[in-house]
């Protein structure tokens, strides 16, 4: 048998070795006594767990999501896993969901007992909102749309087909917070929506952390109880439950960087608005589709070309380091064998998967640096 190791250590290596990096996590914290301050605050009154920091991080969010109810929670992983538990899906259950996400979506089902249920994606890379209907039984229990990039799935389509059979939403957030649809923030539209502050997400704390937001308060009571243990009081456990809290520390992280969020945010969308126009004219490439109707985040800026491999092999030859998120769809990982899809069962997904390709374009991506990939493409690509 061979051993698992942490391959994390080699990609911090490797992520070093690049021009123009899509980890840039040294730059944004370089300037960090602010941070530094208030934590000294949180070890001098020692509220490692569940501190005032949290609270004040979860009633801003609320505010800035304009949501009833934040729940800070351990990890963007548990928030989807203790989003599905609040609603009670359990062994033999069925949850809708996209074969196109990072693993930790379909995890979140699996890990429950219950049967992740595959619908495609469009071309967007958010589920197909017409196949939605044929993928439901009388074991669906719920629906859990992604996000993808940061673009917002067809929340209209998808609530409409949730309301008409009554099945609740659980949105995989990870990549989208601070993005809006219609004019209302994501966060604010389903039974409850996910989120990640993991450190390569759009508002990144120093370690692991994520969000629950709702406008239902009696699953907000309920959230809360099963982050903590189940815990009414010190020495009162209504029910047996789990330890999934934001810590203190990445609460005070995370409240600096809940000021920075837009600005960030604002940055990506305009380096990808830029690369758009710069690579229009391109007839082998599909961009990410921008409109005024929604703010897409741009966690990912990923276009999709036949040329795919080529262009990764020259791009990385060049110091930029162009990722592939992800090679291979959810349904055809090692993980999913017990599923019984094969290839071909959702060829958009698929074809996405051999086709995309994320170029960085966070805040500290410069224009030259910008218009640098824009010319490699444009002769890679034609
Ligand atoms: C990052 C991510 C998650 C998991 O979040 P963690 O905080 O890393 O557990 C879930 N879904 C998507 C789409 C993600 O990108």
């Given at each position: 048998m061979t051993l698992s190791k942490n391959f994390n250590l080699d990609q911090y290596k490797r992520d070093h070795q690049f021009q123009i990096k899509h980890n840039y996590l040294q730059e944004q914290f370089s300037e960090n006594h602010e941070i530094w301050n208030k934590i000294n605050e949180v070890i001098s009154k020692s509220e490692f767990t569940l501190g005032s920091a949290v609270e004040q991080f979860e009633r801003r969010l609320e505010e800035y999501l304009g949501c009833r109810h934040a729940i800070s929670v351990g990890s963007g992983t548990d928030a989807l896993r203790l989003s599905l538990i609040a609603l009670g899906v359990q062994g033999g259950d069925e949850v809708i969901t996209s074969p196109y996400s990072f693993y930790a979506t379909t995890a979140a089902i699996v890990t429950l007992g219950a049967t992740p249920v595959f619908v495609d994606v469009d071309d967007t890379g958010c589920m197909d909102v017409e196949k939605i209907e044929n993928a439901i039984t009388g074991k669906t229990k719920a629906i859990l749309p992604v996000h993808w990039a940061g673009k917002p799935a067809n929340l209209n389509g998808i609530l409409a087909i949730a309301n008409h059979y009554k099945i609740p939403v659980v949105e995989d957030a990870c990549h989208a917070l601070g993005g809006s649809y219609g004019g209302a923030k994501i966060g604010t539209f389903g039974t409850l929506t996910c989120f990640s502050f993991h450190?390569?997400?759009?508002?990144?704390?120093?370690g692991d952390g994520g969000l629950i937001t709702t406008n239902n308060d009696e699953l907000a009571n309920h959230l809360r109880l099963i982050r903590n243990h189940g815990l009414d009081t010190r020495d009162v456990c209504r029910v047996f439950a789990f330890n999934s809290r934001l810590d203190t520390i990445q609460a005070v992280v995370g409240i600096t960087m809940l000021g920075k969020l837009d600005a960030i945010n604002r940055v990506r969308h305009s380096n990808s608005k830029f690369l758009n126009d710069s690579l229009s004219k391109l007839k082998d490439v599909l961009l990410p589709v921008i409109t005024d109707s929604e703010f897409h985040t741009f966690h990912l800026y990923s276009i999709r070309t036949k040329q795919r491999d080529d262009l990764i092999n020259v791009l990385t030859l060049n110091g930029v380091d162009a990722k592939i998120h992800y090679p291979t769809p959810l349904h055809l990982q090692p993980a999913a064998k017990f599923l019984g899809y094969v290839q071909g069962d959702f060829p958009i997904a698929e074809r996405i998967s051999r086709e995309t390709i994320s170029l960085p374009v966070h805040e500290f991506v410069t224009k030259e640096q910008l218009i640098f990939m824009a010319d490699i493409i444009s002769r890679v690509v034609k």
């Amino acid at each position: 048998m061979t051993l698992s190791k942490n391959f994390n250590l080699d990609q911090y290596k490797r992520d070093h070795q690049f021009q123009i990096k899509h980890n840039y996590l040294q730059e944004q914290f370089s300037e960090n006594h602010e941070i530094w301050n208030k934590i000294n605050e949180v070890i001098s009154k020692s509220e490692f767990t569940l501190g005032s920091a949290v609270e004040q991080f979860e009633r801003r969010l609320e505010e800035y999501l304009g949501c009833r109810h934040a729940i800070s929670v351990g990890s963007g992983t548990d928030a989807l896993r203790l989003s599905l538990i609040a609603l009670g899906v359990q062994g033999g259950d069925e949850v809708i969901t996209s074969p196109y996400s990072f693993y930790a979506t379909t995890a979140a089902i699996v890990t429950l007992g219950a049967t992740p249920v595959f619908v495609d994606v469009d071309d967007t890379g958010c589920m197909d909102v017409e196949k939605i209907e044929n993928a439901i039984t009388g074991k669906t229990k719920a629906i859990l749309p992604v996000h993808w990039a940061g673009k917002p799935a067809n929340l209209n389509g998808i609530l409409a087909i949730a309301n008409h059979y009554k099945i609740p939403v659980v949105e995989d957030a990870c990549h989208a917070l601070g993005g809006s649809y219609g004019g209302a923030k994501i966060g604010t539209f389903g039974t409850l929506t996910c989120f990640s502050f993991h450190p390569l997400k759009n508002l990144n704390v120093w370690g692991d952390g994520g969000l629950i937001t709702t406008n239902n308060d009696e699953l907000a009571n309920h959230l809360r109880l099963i982050r903590n243990h189940g815990l009414d009081t010190r020495d009162v456990c209504r029910v047996f439950a789990f330890n999934s809290r934001l810590d203190t520390i990445q609460a005070v992280v995370g409240i600096t960087m809940l000021g920075k969020l837009d600005a960030i945010n604002r940055v990506r969308h305009s380096n990808s608005k830029f690369l758009n126009d710069s690579l229009s004219k391109l007839k082998d490439v599909l961009l990410p589709v921008i409109t005024d109707s929604e703010f897409h985040t741009f966690h990912l800026y990923s276009i999709r070309t036949k040329q795919r491999d080529d262009l990764i092999n020259v791009l990385t030859l060049n110091g930029v380091d162009a990722k592939i998120h992800y090679p291979t769809p959810l349904h055809l990982q090692p993980a999913a064998k017990f599923l019984g899809y094969v290839q071909g069962d959702f060829p958009i997904a698929e074809r996405i998967s051999r086709e995309t390709i994320s170029l960085p374009v966070h805040e500290f991506v410069t224009k030259e640096q910008l218009i640098f990939m824009a010319d490699i493409i444009s002769r890679v690509v034609k």
